[in-house]
């Protein structure tokens, strides 16, 4: 098993900046990639970026030059980092993180909101 916390959401104005941070904990030695997925009131959820074990990145179109997703190895931990910059009312939903073992699929986090408005 995987254990997922995910923190840093919160509400930013337009142009804005937030951070969001993802710990893996458990049984973590075969994770494939972690990354980040939103999903936004009435909208199915979409992917927002990834990061492979070996470090390549994939980024959706709609924040490419604005998102940076990082990893971080401590110990028994992986923490995946989302950093987001110029900040659009648009980018306002429910931010999941997520980790995919090769053997048994995929484990989501709880999600962190986060709220882009004037």
């Known amino acids: 098993q995987v254990q997922l916390v995910e923190s840093g959401g919160g509400l930013v104005q337009p142009g804005g900046s937030l951070r969001l941070s993802c710990v893996a904990s458990g049984s973590i030695f075969s994770i494939n990639f972690m990354g980040w997925y939103r999903q936004a009131p009435g909208k199915e959820r979409e992917l927002v970026a990834t990061?492979?074990?070996?470090?390549?990145?994939?980024?959706a179109d709609s924040v490419k030059d604005r998102f940076t997703i990082s990893r971080d190895n401590v110990k028994n931990t992986k923490t995946v980092y989302l950093q987001m910059n110029s900040l659009k009312p648009e980018d306002t939903a429910v931010y999941y993180c997520k980790a995919n073992r090769v053997y048994d699929g995929d484990y989501w986090g709880q999600g962190t909101q986060v709220t882009v408005s004037s």
């Open positions: 990061i492979t074990t070996t470090g390549r990145t994939n980024y």
